[in-house]
Each structure stands twice: as structure tokens, then as C-alpha cells.
């Protein structure tokens, strides 16, 4: 991302890894698969590179988990 990239303000499409994600198209939060709360980029520390979803914390990443093992 730098100064010339428009539509800062709205999502992110990223691309989880395992350890690090990759932002496909700028903006400045993701949207948690499990709360629906948008996640700041710089505050995006939980997510599912299988999955591809990104979480707004711990206990959403646990609750994913839950329900997968569920399954």
C-alpha cells in the first residue's frame, strides 16, 4: 500500500499464509468470519489459512475451531 492506492477506508482482500498474510487489495480492515466485527490490518493477528478467514481475536478463532471439530 502506498499514497496512491484509493479506497483505503473500506476492506481488504488478503491472502492468509501460515505465519503471514498478503494483501491482495489495499484497504484497512477484514471482516471476522465468525463475529462480523472488521478487523484493523495492523491489529490482525488471528486467522485460518486453510479456511482463509481471518478472526477478531482468540476466543472467535476458538469458537471456529469448536465448530470444526464438531463436525
Given at each position: 500500500?502506498?499514497?496512491?492506492?484509493?479506497?483505503?477506508?473500506g476492506?481488504?482482500?488478503?491472502?492468509?499464509?501460515?505465519?503471514?498474510?498478503?494483501v491482495l487489495?489495499?484497504?484497512?480492515?477484514?471482516v471476522?468470519?465468525?463475529?462480523g466485527k472488521?478487523v484493523?490490518?495492523?491489529?490482525?493477528?488471528?486467522w485460518?489459512?486453510?479456511?482463509?478467514?481471518a478472526?477478531?481475536?482468540?476466543?472467535e478463532?476458538?469458537?471456529?475451531?469448536k465448530?470444526?471439530?464438531?463436525a
Amino acid at each position: 500500500m502506498n499514497a496512491f492506492d484509493r479506497n483505503l477506508d473500506g476492506p481488504a482482500s488478503v491472502h492468509y499464509g501460515d505465519g503471514e498474510f498478503v494483501v491482495l487489495k489495499p484497504g484497512r480492515y477484514v471482516v471476522c468470519a465468525v463475529s462480523g466485527k472488521r478487523v484493523p490490518l495492523e491489529t490482525l493477528r488471528y486467522w485460518n489459512a486453510e479456511l482463509q478467514e481471518a478472526y477478531a481475536g482468540p476466543e472467535e478463532a476458538l469458537a471456529r475451531w469448536k465448530e470444526l471439530q464438531a463436525a
